[in-house]
């Protein structure tokens, strides 16, 4: 069983900042792919950031430059950096983690953390 236990969201104003960690429990070998993504009513859920275990980020061309991903891959946990906040960023943020190996395992599984508001006011 593999768990992700998200943190750091909450209120700030517009061009504030918050930190949002990620950690993965469980009987887990490697981690492939750990990021983020958010969604708001009415709309699909939307990559934000995402680390590989090698350390190559991707972003949403949204966030680019305000926004930074970094992982430990010893604590299985990822870390998002916001910076320069908009109300537009206002969203649920969800983690994922695809390609969990986990121990005494050959199967690998993608998974998702339950989501932690983030909400910027104007």
């Known amino acids: 069983q593999v768990q992700l236990v998200e943190s750091g969201g909450g209120l700030v104003q517009a061009g504030g900042s918050l930190r949002l960690s990620c950690a993965a429990a469980g009987r887990i070998r490697g981690i492939f792919v750990m990021g983020w993504h958010r969604q708001v009513p009415g709309k699909q859920r939307e990559l934000v950031a995402a680390v590989t275990s090698f350390g190559t980020t991707n972003y949403a061309d949204s966030v680019k430059g305000r926004f930074t991903a970094s992982r430990d891959n010893a604590k299985n946990t990822v870390y998002l950096q916001m910076n320069s906040l908009n109300p537009d960023d206002t969203a649920v943020y969800y983690c994922?983690?695809?390609?969990?190996?986990?121990?005494?395992?050959?199967?690998?599984?993608?998974?998702w953390g339950q989501g932690t508001q983030v909400t910027v006011s104007s």
């Open positions: 994922r983690a695809e390609g969990v190996e986990l121990k005494n395992s050959i199967r690998r599984g993608d998974h």
